[in-house]
């Protein structure tokens, strides 16, 4: 059986433009300060072909608006409406319940 969480994730979903040296640092930076010092609980993300899929999670939505508003972040967002994207989206859904399997076993 699952059981309930109570998390947050933010799915980000972009079509990438111009991904350049400059993105990768940026967004290697970005996922570090989301981790270390907003409260992130998890950064996942996954790139095929110019489609990116971003998935952080998240203990609350205040942490989730706070670290929309950082001085870096809205940069970063900037640089991704100007440069580096053709178009992304933004969903913030909340976990009702998760499951994991690991070594063959499911766990609640």
């Known amino acids: 059986m699952g059981h309930a ?3 947050f994730v ?3 979903r972009a079509t990438g433009r111009d991904l350049d040296a400059e993105y990768s640092a940026t967004a290697a930076r970005l996922r570090e300060l ?3 010092q907003f409260g992130c609980l998890e950064f ?3 790139t095929e072909g110019n489609q990116e899929v971003a998935l952080s999670y998240w203990p609350d939505e205040a942490s989730i608006r706070t670290w929309k508003q ?3 972040h809205l940069m970063a967002q900037q640089m991704g409406r100007e440069r580096w994207y053709t178009h992304y989206s933004v969903e913030v ?4 319940r998760a499951y994991q399997r690991h070594d063959g076993q499911q766990r609640a």
């Not at 859904?93 to 009702?96: L, M």
């Open 5 to 7: 969480v109570n998390r």
């Open 44 to 46: 996942v993300a996954v």
């Open 93 to 96: 859904a909340e976990i009702r």
């Open 34 to 36: 989301a981790l270390t």
């Open 70 to 72: 950082h001085a870096d």
């Open 10 to 12: 933010v799915i980000f």
